[in-house]
């Protein structure tokens, strides 16, 4: 059997990974079960639930808004593994001069934020805990490569940054952190995998989530590198994202009641604020739960 393994620019660990085959690190924990192992490159990760769902892709990770728009839309999944928690991996950021200095002011303003992706988890949760609404009370707009000059400039009022482009802005100056990250959510690289994997073959899942811990461990020990290598596939100064990366915590840990709890959270905000059309039982994602429960 070949394990077909999703992969996507935003997901550092499994990007990584990738970037390490010719270090063999999958294939070196998976060729012991009998199984080969090849990826699937791809630029969007809210369609992981769906690949993997068509059977394209056997196992992947995103951030943590995907998992639960992907049980929304009766993908069948199962939470395998998560990292520990990024608290430094994004800030919503505001002009220093701007009048906002609340999630409260942003009250029928523009946000420029990654919709889809782990940050509207964090701006609808923002939201909700200011007593305002992601739905009815900003204008969310897909962010873009003018987000920030757009931000500079106040066409819009803040923008969700992450990774060497917070890096650059930071280091560019003339902006302010409105919301950190850690202090809303624990923002996890979230692991899944199709059903029939996970419940039949824990050990290919195992492997998996040695292979992903060890090309932490490579990016962790080596961030200039790992600089070098997004830098030159993605845009942006070396220099930046080695400041991003070492942000990362470059550690893979159990799904556990704290996570899950997390994600059920988020997904009754989401319902509640239509980002999702029906509401969503988070621990139906478990190994065990049942794909009629799950569906």
Known sequence: MTITIGVHSSNPSLYHLYHLSRLGLAQEELAPLGESVVFHPYTNGVRTGELLSRG???FGGTGSTPPVTAQAAGH??????????R???????VPEDSPVHTVADLKGAAVHLAIGSWQTHLIAKALDDAGLSYADDITAVRGDDNSEE????????????QGAQLAAARRTGGLRTLVRTG?????????????????????????????????????AAHPRQAAEIAAADLGGSADDWETALRTLPWRIEP???????????????????????RPVTVAHALAGAGADQAA
């Open 150 to 161: 757009l931000l500079r400039t106040g066409a819009i009022a803040a923008w969700v940054a």
């Open 87 to 93: 608290p430094e991996h994004g800030a919503l950021l």
């Open 183 to 219: 202090d809303v959510i624990t923002d996890r690289s979230v692991f899944f995998a199709r059903r029939d994997l996970a419940e039949s073959r824990p050990e290919v899942i195992e492997a998996l989530t040695r292979a992903l811990q060890r090309a932490d461990d490579w990016a």
């Open 255 to 277: 799904v556990t009641d704290a996570f899950i709890a997390e994600q059920q959270e988020a997904a009754d905000i989401f319902h509640r604020t239509g980002l999702i059309d």
């Open 56 to 58: 394209v892709i056997d």
């Open 76 to 85: 069948d999944i199962v939470y395998t593994a998560v990292s520990a928690p």
